[in-house]
């Protein structure tokens, strides 16, 4: 089992930045793709980042691209999302995931392709 737990989470004005973490336990994520959701209460959980077991290969959703980046250290066990320009609709709950086997750019995307997910930490973006 691998446990994730998020954070670097808070509140933050408009055009702020911040830095997420989220470090694993349990096993060595190294071989494991690794990405960021988030959700805001009443609505559908949206897909934000995905990062290659290597760091090779990263995707972003439309909404992010040019302000987040995702980036991981394998020897820490540990994955971040740095978010720049923040806007208010950025505001939400944001998770890490985990996922052992292959995730190509298309099934990165869908939450059910994910089998490891931390509890999530808040980002709040005020305007």
């Known amino acids: 089992q691998v446990q994730l737990v998020e954070s670097g989470g808070g509140l933050v004005p408009a055009g702020g930045s911040l830095r997420l973490s989220c470090a694993a336990s349990g096993r060595t994520v190294s071989s494991y793709g690794m990405g960021w959701f988030r959700q805001v209460l009443g609505k559908e959980r949206e897909f934000v980042a995905h990062i290659s077991a290597t760091g090779g290969n990263t995707d972003y959703a439309d909404s992010v691209k040019g302000r987040f980046t995702i980036s991981r250290d394998n020897a820490k066990n540990t994955v971040y999302l740095q978010m720049n320009s923040l806007k208010p609709e950025d505001t939400a709950v944001y998770y890490c995931?985990?996922?052992?086997?292959?995730?190509?750019?298309?099934?990165?995307?869908?939450?059910?392709?994910?089998?490891?997910w931390g509890q999530g930490t808040q980002v709040t973006v005020s305007s």
């Open positions: 995931t985990a996922e052992l086997a292959y995730m190509g750019s298309l099934y990165a995307t869908r939450g059910d392709k994910w089998s490891y």
